[in-house]
């Protein structure tokens, strides 16, 4: 009887933190628009540059990564990490777009940023697990949590079992 009671305790703690995966994920979209949003800002900044000076962007990068200059050349492997992170949240905007709710807990585990990752985990605010996503991710971790109880327990229920009754 104590096991199950502590089975179901630590099954509803599991259930808690599960059911803010959908949270912290939606706190983390919030985070990538923004990062996206100065992302863009930078790139297309460098882009009119690019175009005023008559040349393309990846001729801009190239140029500057040759230059004899070592901080012009950091400048230009600094601009081509900024694009291809840019390229990369994108795409990882787009997928949280068109996912489902489930999808999306998925994409963000796969392929987060670490940046967007640890300004959403510092600023995170727990929320009441109402959506469909929160339910299901809750359910998940309230199973996964009795039932590694469960698990863990097995081998001391098999010896408490297998004890000879003494009169």
């Known amino acids: 009887m104590f096991a199950r009671r502590i089975a179901l305790l630590i099954g509803f703690v599991f259930a808690v933190v599960a059911s803010q995966l959908p949270e912290f994920a939606q706190q983390y979209r919030q985070r990538l628009g923004g990062a996206l949003d100065e992302l863009n800002a930078q790139v297309a900044g460098y882009d009119a540059s690019a175009s005023h000076s008559g040349i393309t962007r990846d001729e801009g ?29 994108q795409r990882q905007s787009e997928g949280f777009a068109n996912a489902g709710p489930v999808t999306r807990l998925i994409i963000l585990a796969g392929d987060f940023d670490p940046t967007v990752a640890r300004g959403a985990y510092q600023t995170f605010e727990p929320g009441i697990p109402v959506t469909g996503e929160g339910i299901i991710a809750g359910l998940v971790g309230f199973l996964l949590g009795g039932g590694l109880t469960h698990l863990a327990a097995r081998p001391l229920r098999r010896r408490k079992q297998a004890a000879p009754i003494r009169a």
């Open 61 to 89: 990068v190239s140029r500057l990564q040759k230059a004899d200059d070592r901080f012009v050349q950091q400048q230009g492997g600094q601009m081509r990490d900024t694009i291809a992170r840019r390229d990369r949240l």
